[in-house]
């Protein structure tokens, strides 16, 4: 299921705090582009999560791959394949 790769990814998260409104910011180096802030830790968390979720959707609607997570894979079809 894509809850699996996603919350591999979330895994792979790192965070900290920058001078902003929203000062806690989270990121995965693996994931290209894939960044959120958040006014707490949790916030950022959650909105990493649903930023992960939006981007999966957006590159499999335009047919481009998917960086593996760890051994999670997703394949074109959506379904994840754990190696």
């Known amino acids: 299921m894509l809850i699996e790769y996603i919350h591999a990814a979330l895994e792979k998260a790192r965070y900290e705090l920058i001078e902003d409104d929203e000062p806690y910011y989270g990121e995965v180096p693996e994931l290209n582009g894939v960044w959120a802030t ?6 950022c968390r959650k909105n990493l999560e649903e930023t992960i979720d939006e981007w999966i959707v957006f590159r499999l609607r ?22």
Do not use: F, Q, R
């Open 38 to 43: 958040g006014n707490t830790l949790e916030e």
């Open 62 to 83: 335009k047919g481009l791959t998917l960086p593996p997570i760890g051994n999670h894979i997703i394949k074109d079809s959506g379904e994840v394949a754990v190696a």
